[in-house]
């Protein structure tokens, strides 16, 4: 009975058809900024992967026209190898219905037949993969991009039409496995589904066994949260399985077919490996891992347009204020042709060791990353002597640049430099008028509204009260015991880290280009499956945060150096809001034209539109040209994303 009601099931169910649910405020915000039709049609476009795949190419190591050659082979390889796998269960069938199997020998004439529709997602037969359309970028699969010539595209296909009653397993039933939504959305890009990400699945699953991949997705709690409500282990058809969700929950969040590479046993006893390699998605995007390691890197294409922007040249300084996983790091040092300095900052020790990996793996030795918060990249005080003297990592032995160090710290011990920093005036005299401004538009509203207001303007750990605990029996010495193995841990990472003559950040206008890729809400990620978790107050945040580090980054530019600011969201507080506080707060600087020009222009306008708090004003007619919006509604197929550069002057 259990059996039936599952068939029944995917053969009714069974579909790609995701709806994006939104924060209603938030949708109401985006609808104010980008028209309620486009709005709509880009929260679609958001659920589904690009159809290209973006390569960069490391052209220290290898050529664009070898890459495309390799790419072609391997994924036609890719394709064949799926569909031998399908022909491999299709013959399975037929030995079943051979043996007597009333329900496969009904299904047996038609599966030959309904196979030709698997191929729909990209699968080409063996006689396409001849020696020359291999090596020829004529069949369209590869090709060099039409104004990066480091980049190569891989075109995928999707949305594409799977059939789940074409294949079955023993029985007659497709078996279903459910995983979480973080791991779907790495499955629509291409990725197979991994151990961790899976939640439920049906029960006697065997290794080889042909199943679906369904999506768990997060539902209200009816109380403003989200929850999964599926306990990992549930097997599909079981009491337990349908207290948790119902079809209306699991409809149209199928993503296609593979074949389970362990039992269901092993499955939840494991914690990491393949659990379903994937044979037939709803978008048929080849994985690259671990394909032409350090000679390729996938990376969205707006993300590779932003290191263009920044134009690094040989020999000069560079910083990435913000670096993991290193794409774009690796990216300046392949334009600078590994000569000069690149600097990479991150906060966590783990993603900067990362950054090292990948360095080291594409052979790049101009990189250095180091442990450090982005908000703490410029020294606090700091002698006009001082200025641009860190000195290149090639230049001076690590000896000399502990004892600069130690010399530095002196300078700003002992400093009496009684001068004003101009940039921090700057930067507070805007943010005391825009609290003014704040306060004055709430004038009249609850004092809960005025606390919000003010608490945008501080860090976000001033922003977000901490949770309070009981600190009372054994919970108060579980709780102590946890915060000193946290403390040794991190002294422990701390005597690990090599000693750097830049412990206390950097001094002023030592960079000749810094790019700032911020943390952001990620709005323009794609695909992506859920949006609910985003509110108002959460956007302000980011842009608040987005804010403080480009204080700091304006002031580690050299005079008539260079700025690049992006980020891969939507939200134009964080796009267009950036942009025009740093034109409102800093004379000095000014936006630069952009090369390349691929994606569209800014938004302009904003004080119509209200971001919960207050009207925040963007760009000004005459400077949406001088940006680039990637829309994911837009002909290029893209993430969203937002690139800015500016000039900064003499000051």
């Known amino acids: 009975m259990g059996e039936d009601r599952e068939m029944e099931f995917v053969d009714c169910y069974a579909s790609y058809r995701p709806r994006l649910i939104w924060d209603p405020r938030v949708s109401d915000y985006l609808s104010q900024a980008y028209g309620q039709q486009h709005f709509a049609q880009i929260s679609e476009a958001l659920t589904r992967p690009s159809v290209y795949s973006c390569v960069r190419v490391n052209t220290l190591q290898t050529t664009t026209k070898e890459v495309i050659k390799q790419l072609t082979r391997y994924v036609l390889q890719q394709q064949n190898d799926n569909q031998s796998r399908m022909l491999k269960q299709t013959e399975f069938q037929e030995k079943s219905s051979e043996a007597g199997d009333p329900h496969c020998a009904e299904k047996a004439d038609v599966t030959g037949t309904k196979l030709s529709r698997i191929q729909v997602g990209g699968t080409i037969s063996a006689e396409s993969t001849s020696e020359e359309d291999e090596g020829s970028e004529s069949c369209g699969i590869c090709f060099q991009h039409d104004v990066l010539d480091n980049v190569v595209m891989v075109k995928g296909k999707g949305p594409c039409s799977i059939d789940y009653t074409t294949v079955r397993g023993e029985g007659g039933v497709l078996k279903e496995v459910v995983v979480s939504r973080k791991c779907a959305e790495a499955v629509l890009r291409g990725a197979h589904v991994f151990v961790p990400g899976v939640l439920a699945c049906s029960g006697c699953i065997e290794k080889d066994e042909l199943v679906a991949v369904s999506v768990a997705m997060e539902r209200s709690d009816g109380e403003g949260g989200w929850f999964v409500g599926v306990t990992r282990g549930t097997t599909l058809s079981s009491e337990h399985a349908k207290s948790q969700f119902n079809d209306e929950d699991r409809s149209g969040w199928f993503i296609g077919i593979g074949r389970a590479m362990m039992t269901r046993a092993t499955l939840f006893r494991e914690a990491k490996g393949v659990a379903v390699e994937m044979v037939h998605r709803a978008y048929n995007l080849p994985p690259f891992s671990g394909v032409l390691s350090g000679d390729i890197f996938l990376q969205n294409l707006p993300s590779v347009v932003a290191t263009h922007v920044l134009d690094p040249q040989p020999g000069e300084r560079i910083l990435d204020m913000c670096a993991a996983p290193g794409g774009k790091t690796t990216g300046i040092a392949t334009l600078m042709g590994d000569k000069g300095e690149v600097i990479a900052l991150d906060r966590s020790h783990s993603k900067v060791l990362d950054i090292v990996r990948l360095a080291q793996e594409m052979k790049l030795t101009c990189i250095q990353a180091i442990k450090m918060d982005a908000l703490k990249s410029v020294r606090v ?244 040209q001088l940006v680039q919006r990637f829309d994911p509604v837009g002909p290029r197929d893209t993430i969203g994303f937002f690139v800015a550069k500016f000039s900064v002057a003499a000051h």
């Open 381 to 624: 005080e700091s002698t006009p002597d001082r200025i641009s003297q860190d000195k290149p990592l090639g230049e001076v032995s690590n000896t000399a640049r502990l004892t600069e160090a130690v010399a530095i710290d002196d300078i700003i011990t002992n400093s009496t430099s009684e001068e004003p920093n101009i940039i921090e005036e700057c930067s507070k005299k805007h943010l005391r008028e825009e609290s003014a401004q704040i306060l004055a538009e709430n004038v009249g509203g609850s004092k809960r509204d005025e606390a919000s207001t003010i608490s945008s303007t501080r860090p976000n750990s001033e922003a977000t009260p901490a949770k309070k605990f009981k600190d009372d029996g054994a919970y108060a010495s579980r709780k102590a015991a946890r915060k000193e193995a946290r403390k040794l841990k991190t002294e422990l990472k701390k005597a690990a880290e090599p000693e750097t003559p830049y412990r206390n950040g950097f001094a002023p206008q030592s960079f000749d280009r810094v790019l700032l890729d911020a943390p952001c809400s990620a709005l323009g990620l794609r695909p992506r499956l859920f949006a609910g978790q985003e509110t108002l107050d959460g956007l302000r945040q980011h842009a608040n945060y987005q804010r403080r580090l480009i204080d700091q980054a304006v002031q580690l530019v050299r005079p008539n150096g260079t700025l690049v600011y992006s980020t891969c969201t939507l939200n134009p507080g964080e796009n267009e809001g950036v942009v025009r506080y740093v034109l409102d707060t800093y004379p000095f600087v000014s936006l630069s034209p952009q090369h390349p020009q691929i994606g569209g222009p800014g938004l302009v306008g904003g004080e119509d539109v209200f971001d919960g708090a207050t009207h925040r004003p963007w760009l000004r007619k005459g400077e949406e």
